[in-house]
C-alpha cells in the first residue's frame, strides 16, 4: 500500500485526502490578522467593556472589504505585556482563540473585533470565557444590525 502523497517529504500540503484537514483549513479565515487592520478598528470602531476584557469592533468599508480574504467576521487578539510574561500571554492567547473558535458562528456581518483581555482571564474558568465571548459576539451582531437598518435608504 502506497502513502497519500501528502506524507512525502516535498509535498507542502494535502488536499482532498482528509475531511478533517480541510474543515481545519476553514477555521483560520476569522482571524484578524494585519497591523493595518488592527490599527483600522482601533480609530474608527467602538469601544466596549466586558467583565473579563474589553473589546473593539468595526463594521469593514468597501476598502477594508477589497483586503479582506474572507466576507464574514474577523476576529483579532491583543493580550499586552502587562499580563505577565509569554507563558501567560500565550496561555490566554490559546483560552481565547479556542473560545472564539466556539462562537464565531454568533457573527455573521462583516465587522472586525478586537478582544483586549484582562488580567482577570488567567484565573477565570473556560466556562466564564466562553460565556463572555458569546455575549460579546451577540452584543457585536446586535449592533451592526442595528447600524445596517439605520444605514438602509427608506
Known amino acids: 500500500m502506497r502513502a497519500p502523497e501528502c506524507f512525502s517529504s516535498r509535498a507542502r500540503f494535502c488536499v482532498g485526502r482528509n475531511?478533517?484537514?480541510?474543515?481545519?483549513a476553514t477555521l483560520?479565515?476569522?482571524r484578524l490578522r494585519k497591523h493595518a487592520?488592527?490599527?483600522?478598528?482601533?480609530k474608527?470602531?467602538?469601544k466596549q467593556f466586558g467583565r473579563q476584557m474589553a473589546y473593539f469592533f468595526a463594521l469593514r468599508d468597501s476598502e477594508a472589504a477589497a483586503r479582506s480574504d474572507t466576507t464574514g467576521p474577523r476576529v483579532g487578539?491583543?493580550?499586552?505585556?502587562?499580563?505577565?510574561?509569554a507563558v501567560a500571554r500565550n496561555r490566554i492567547k490559546?483560552?481565547?482563540?479556542?473560545?472564539?473558535?466556539g462562537a464565531v458562528p454568533l457573527l455573521s456581518a462583516p465587522v472586525d473585533?478586537?478582544?483586549?483581555?484582562?488580567?482577570?482571564?488567567?484565573?477565570?474558568?473556560?466556562?466564564?470565557?466562553?460565556?463572555?465571548?458569546?455575549?460579546?459576539f451577540?452584543?457585536?451582531?446586535?449592533?451592526?444590525?442595528?447600524?445596517?437598518?439605520?444605514?438602509?435608504?427608506?
Open 113 to 136: 473585533v478586537v478582544l483586549h483581555p484582562k488580567r482577570s482571564v488567567l484565573e477565570a474558568e473556560f466556562a466564564v470565557i466562553e460565556r463572555e465571548v458569546q455575549t460579546i
Open 19 to 24: 475531511a478533517s484537514f480541510g474543515a481545519m
Open 28 to 30: 483560520t479565515n476569522f
Open 77 to 85: 487578539l491583543t493580550v499586552p505585556k502587562a499580563l505577565g510574561k
Open 94 to 101: 490559546r483560552r481565547m482563540r479556542e473560545a472564539v473558535r
Open 37 to 42: 487592520d488592527y490599527q483600522r478598528v482601533y
Open 138 to 154: 451577540r452584543s457585536v451582531q446586535a449592533a451592526t444590525e442595528k447600524r445596517a437598518i439605520a444605514e438602509a435608504p427608506r
Open 44 to 46: 474608527t470602531g467602538r
